[in-house]
């Protein structure tokens, strides 16, 4: 029988609680938040929201804040 830790290893991971209010200040539900703003599965945001698998590099900082999306600016070519 696994332990709590082995079932959950990132459960303490801030990223949980900063994802919980997100989907909370969204207002649609986890469902839809995976679905139209994090483009995921909501069966891969439920694992992260459980801990048992870890919040990706690229959700953390779009969580924080510092995400950013790489396009072509008018100057490019």
Do not use: N
């Not at 990223?15 to 909501?42: E, Q």
Request: hydrophobic content about 40%.
């Amino acid at each position: 029988m696994l332990t709590p830790e082995q079932e959950a290893p990132h459960k303490g991971s801030w990223a949980i609680a900063a994802l919980r209010d997100a989907i909370d200040a969204d207002g649609r539900g986890t469902a839809v938040f995976a679905r139209v703003v994090l483009v995921r599965p909501p069966s891969t945001v439920y694992r992260w929201l459980s801990g048992s698998r870890p919040i990706p590099k690229c959700v953390r900082d779009y969580l924080l804040g510092t995400w950013r999306i790489l396009g072509s600016t008018k100057d490019s070519k």
